[in-house]
Nanobody
Framework: QVQFAESGGGLVQPGGSLKLSCVVS????????MGWYRQPPGKQRELVAR?????GVTDYADNTKNTFTLQMNSLKPEDTAVYYC????????????WGQGTQVTVSS
């Protein structure tokens, strides 16, 4: 049973944009706050965006489809990372199993 499935990553030039999507199993999604995490090379995974808080990005949740997105604009090389979605750790402690993530590479 897949709990979180990330998609939308890829190679983009600096200044470009990407839209990431997260499909969440109903059991993991309903009634919980979600968030986006990223793990740059050589660093630990960290929460970078929250559905309710924004986190400096534009994100939306589609409860009907159990999906939420992360719109990333003006990307920089330092944004290169593997991006994951899960429950918001600032609110919840019972996070789901981590998915494989989606690779975002910002390079010319």
């Amino acid at each position: 049973q897949v709990q979180f499935a990330e998609s939308g990553g890829g190679l983009v030039q600096p200044g470009g944009s990407l839209k990431l999507s997260c499909v969440v199993s109903p059991r993991m999604f309903k009634g919980y706050h979600m968030g986006w995490y990223r793990q740059p090379p050589g660093k630990q995974r960290e929460l970078v965006a929250r559905i309710s808080g924004g986190g400096g990005v534009t994100d939306y949740a589609d409860n009907t489809k159990n999906t939420f997105t992360l719109q990333m604009n003006s990307l920089k090389p330092e944004d290169t990372a593997v991006y994951y979605c899960n429950r918001d750790e600032r609110i919840h402690t019972d996070l789901g199993s981590w998915g494989q993530g989606t690779q975002v590479t910002v390079s010319s």
